[in-house]
């Protein structure tokens, strides 16, 4: 089993966001503090101009906002809304698969307001990602960079719809690599992008960029305190874009996915109410599960050794994996009997 950090679904929140819901109000309280003596000196007459390396650094920033601007959009359905990235020239652009959930049919709003139809191209909702298609547009494409090049402390910024305040943008670095986290729909997606960039309502299907303008991720979910159900500020969580480049480009040349490089066992499991593994409610035949000789009424109680609980146990362990990866499920029979099964995974198949 992986070492990756594993997460319960509770924790994370996907940031896709009703239009139902008018406002949001966010407190925070911040204490200036006046560092003087006796002098009585004016905080304004303290000021300092910026230094030339700080005034590069927000021209920067300046800059790239402005390049990125017009190829992020919103991605509207009947019932929420998202953000997304315009891909090519083409009028395709990719967002999550839980911004789009059931909809075949969109409203997408550039970054001047214009707004187009368009249509479901494809979805893969192990990686969480979808492709739609802007009809009649002439949206320019963003840059997407090389997201295995990515470093904890590198510099990003958030660009996005949230709380459907297009084009907002927040900042944060790069706080962690390669995290598995599972969304509250039971999906595990791996290999995570954690930022310190706050990720809100809306955010959803955006970008995270770093400061050369390139997109090096897709914002998705963020860390939800579970003392209090709060967002916890400064934890949020990104698809790289080097899983988002192959999932999309296959989307569009094939309308699904031909290769995921996403692990499949190939059952369908239901939760026992009394613990103590997962029964095996379906098994897909000729699928790596029933090749191990796995069957319907099964009870899947260890995974590399490890106690399962419930299904996101799996889910976590297999997005760790590879097709071709072997992995060896303890059985519980429906007659009671236990054994030790070595499955080889198989392709996730496209959707």
């Given at each position: 089993m992986s070492d990756h950090e594993k997460t319960h679904h509770s924790k994370w929140r996907r940031m896709a966001v009703?239009?139902?819901?008018?406002?949001?109000?966010?407190?925070?309280?911040?204490?200036?503090?006046?560092?003087?003596?006796?002098?009585?000196?004016?905080?304004?007459?303290?000021?300092?101009?910026?230094?030339?390396?700080?005034?590069?650094?927000?021209?920067?920033?300046?800059?790239?906002?402005?390049?990125?601007?017009?190829?992020?959009?919103?991605?509207?359905?009947?019932?929420?809304?998202?953000?997304?990235?315009?891909?090519?020239?083409?009028?395709?652009?990719?967002?999550?698969?839980?911004?789009?959930?059931?909809?075949?049919?969109?409203?997408?709003?550039?970054?001047?307001?214009?707004?187009?139809?368009?249509?479901?191209?494809?979805?893969?909702?192990?990686?969480?990602?979808?492709?739609?298609?802007?009809?009649?547009?002439?949206?320019?494409?963003?840059?997407?960079?090389?997201s295995s090049k990515l470093q904890v402390g590198d510099i990003v910024l958030a660009v996005g719809s949230p709380l459907g305040l297009q084009s907002s943008v927040t900042n944060g670095i790069v706080s962690a690599l390669g995290r598995t986290v599972s969304e509250s729909s039971g999906v595990a997606l791996p290999d995570l992008i954690q930022t310190s960039a706050q990720i809100n309502p809306g955010n959803s299907g955006g970008a995270l960029i770093d400061l050369s303008g390139q997109v090096i991720g897709i914002p998705t979910l963020a860390a939800i305190d579970p003392e209090n159900q709060q967002q916890a500020s400064g934890i949020g969580f990104a698809i790289p874009s080097n899983t988002v480049k192959s999932i999309a480009d296959q989307l569009i040349t094939d309308g699904h996915v031909v290769l995921s490089n996403r692990a499949y066992l190939g059952v369908e499991l239901a939760t026992l109410s009394s613990g103590g593994g997962v029964l095996v409610s379906s098994v897909t035949a000729n699928a790596p599960a029933a090749r191990a000789g796995i069957t319907v009424g099964d009870t899947i109680t260890t995974i590399s050794g490890h106690p399962v609980q419930n299904i996101e146990d799996i889910s976590v362990t297999l997005a760790d994996l590879k097709p071709g990866d072997k992995v060896a499920l303890g059985i519980r029979t429906p007659q009671g009997n236990t054994k030790i099964v070595t499955v080889t995974l198989g392709q996730y198949p496209g959707s």
């Open positions: 009703r239009p139902a819901i008018a406002a949001l109000t966010v407190a925070a309280t911040i204490l200036l503090a006046a560092c003087g003596g006796g002098s009585g000196t004016s905080a304004s007459s303290t000021s300092v101009a910026a230094t030339s390396p700080a005034k590069s650094l927000q021209q920067q920033y300046v800059d790239t906002i402005g390049a990125i601007g017009p190829s992020v959009v919103q991605v509207q359905t009947s019932v929420g809304l998202g953000s997304g990235i315009v891909l090519d020239s083409k009028g395709n652009v990719v967002t999550n698969d839980h911004v789009v959930g059931t909809y075949k049919r969109f409203q997408v709003t550039d970054s001047t307001g214009k707004r187009y139809a368009a249509t479901l191209v494809g979805t893969f909702a192990p990686d969480d990602l979808a492709v739609v298609h802007v009809e009649g547009g002439q949206l320019p494409p963003a840059a997407l960079g090389d």
